[in-house]
């Protein structure tokens, strides 16, 4: 149980993220930590970049990996083609990765509006962010314990 108080949830996390793009006053800027934190992506293997990996609906490529540990926690691991989609990504990651598989499928993931994200993205980044959001929630219902 001690773990679990250190561990941040879903919502705290997204409540730091918006704190973090709350110092960066220009979009300019934000795209740039953007750009940042998708390098900082950890390697995402090239033998994981597969078709069963790719998420549909995205303008450039992005793959997509979910893993169950063993206390039901999952953890993603992904990577795109295109450094703004690479610096979502790793917003999602953050946000989703370890975190037990019904809080996934349940998340109001009001980060992306909070940090003015949604305005300033294109319709197909916009697409790209729904498809990625929602191969993460099927996941997080795939992986959640059967009733």
Known sequence: MSEANIIMNI????????EDF???EEWFDKYSYLIELGN??????????????LIR???????LDAE????????FTGDSDAVIVKGI???????MSDQPAKDIAEADLYFVEKIGLKEHLSPTRSNGL???VKQMKIYGVAFSPSC
């Open 40 to 53: 900082a992506l950890p390697p995402f293997p090239d033998e994981k970049k597969t078709d069963e990996n």
């Open 130 to 132: 729904l498809a990625m």
């Open 22 to 24: 709350s110092a960066f």
């Open 89 to 95: 990504l790793s917003l999602l990651i953050s946000v």
């Open 11 to 18: 919502n705290q996390i997204q409540d730091q993220i918006i």
């Open 57 to 63: 609906g995205c303008q450039s490529r992005v793959w």
């Open 68 to 75: 169950k540990k063993e206390n039901g926690n999952i953890v």
